[in-house]
């Protein structure tokens, strides 16, 4: 069994910058894609960015050369970083990982974006 928990989102600055951090602990072994999503009020949930277990990525076009998805294997737990720089106010949403091999989501964590 596969839990996820994500933290680091909070309020910043337009021009700012903010690292999301997702922990996948458990029967991790067979984990292949994780990815971000973000869902904005009254939106639906898109996808920001995945990483295979190769290091492959995939950005969606409104965050590419913003923001950098990084991916850490350990035995018993995967790591998936998500670095945003040049934060803009359209940007805010609620910020989800996702394991797509087990069809897993995190909790969520909000990020804000001020103008």
């Known amino acids: 069994q596969v839990r996820l928990v994500e933290s680091g989102g909070g309020l910043v600055q337009a021009g700012g910058s903010l690292r999301l951090s997702c922990v996948a602990s458990g029967s991790v072994f067979s984990i292949n894609v994780m990815g971000w999503f973000r869902q904005a009020p009254g939106k639906q949930r898109e996808l920001v960015a995945a990483?295979?277990?190769?290091?492959?990525?995939?950005?969606a076009d409104f965050v590419k050369g913003r923001f950098t998805i990084s991916r850490e294997n350990a035995k018993n737990t995967v790591y998936v970083s998500l670095q945003m720089n040049s934060l803009k106010p359209e940007d805010t949403a609620v910020y989800y990982c996702?394991?797509?091999?087990?069809?897993?989501w995190g909790q969520g964590t909000q990020v804000t974006v001020s103008s």
């Open positions: 996702r394991d797509y091999t087990n069809d897993l």
């Open positions: 990483i295979s277990s190769h290091g492959t990525t995939n950005y």
